[in-house]
T-cell receptor, first 113, second 113 residues
Framework: DTAVSQTPKYLVTQMGNDKSIKCEQN?????MYWYKQDSKKFLKIMFS???????INETVPNRFSPKSPDKAHLNLHINSLELGDSAVYFC????????????FGSGTRLTVV | TQLLEQSPQFLSIQEGENLTVYCNSS?????LQWYRQEPGEGPVLLVT?????EVKKLKRLTFQFGDARKDSSLHITAAQPGDTGLYLC?????????????FGKGTKLSVKP
């Protein structure tokens, strides 16, 4: 069983479209995250959710909205896609507490054309 | 803004050589984690260090957390082609929530047979 699974693996779409990326974890972790990895491989946090509450919301455009139907899922919805949104998006999860390691999904490569 | 600087950015060595990767900051961290990422996959946690001066060994990999909790190093002995990948350090700042894990920009290691 995959611990953190995200779909789709690849997503190619046109500017202006709305798309969603789904993420599920079966580890029983308390917190889930979305990270964006740019072309230079820099990982930057976008959102994290703990018990359905948004606890971090970095300065990302409000076109990005996380949605968590339950503790095991954190989906990412993106409105009005722009060329600059092209990147690899990673979902991750962890238990609460300092020093807790993250378990990452395998990523979604988003290409906006 | 807390930053983690990794060096070197790129490293290409022959099988059997030793190497050290550094992760430095002017800020103090509550914990420091090391991840390895392979192409097309998400980062995978290698180790977490939480105590200043702590040294952890994972087979041929040795991780050290600086006494002042501002820096860390990863040493690989007798590198093998299977060690090839992107090595990322990530720090949990004091007073920050669990989701505020800060990543360095990575060291891309290539081990040639």
């Amino acid at each position: 069983d995959t611990a953190v699974s995200q779909t789709p693996k690849y997503l190619v779409t046109q500017m202006g479209n709305d798309k969603s990326i789904k993420c599920e974890q079966n580890l029983g972790h308390d917190t889930m995250y979305w990270y964006k990895q740019d072309s230079k491989k820099f990982l930057k946090i976008m959102f994290s959710y703990n018990n359905k509450e948004l606890i971090i919301n970095e300065t990302v455009p409000n076109r990005f909205s996380p949605k968590s139907p339950d503790k095991a899922h954190l989906n990412l919805h993106i409105n009005s896609l722009e060329l600059g949104d092209s990147a690899v998006y990673f979902c991750a999860s962890s238990r609460l507490g300092p020093g807790r390691g993250y378990t990452f999904g395998s990523g979604t490569r988003l290409t906006v054309v | 803004t807390q930053l983690l600087e990794q060096s070197p950015q790129f490293l290409s060595i022959q099988e059997g050589e030793n190497l050290t990767v550094y992760c430095n900051s002017s800020s103090v961290f509550s914990s420091l984690q090391w991840y390895r990422q392979e192409p097309g996959e998400g980062p995978v946690l290698l180790v977490t260090v939480v105590t200043g001066g702590e040294v952890k060994k994972l087979k041929r990999l040795t991780f050290q957390f600086g006494d002042a909790r501002k820096d860390s190093s990863l040493h690989i002995t007798a590198a093998q082609p299977g060690d090839t990948g992107l090595y990322l350090c990530a720090g949990g700042p004091y007073g920050g929530s669990q989701g505020n894990l800060i990543f360095g920009k990575g060291t891309k290691l290539s081990v040639k047979p």
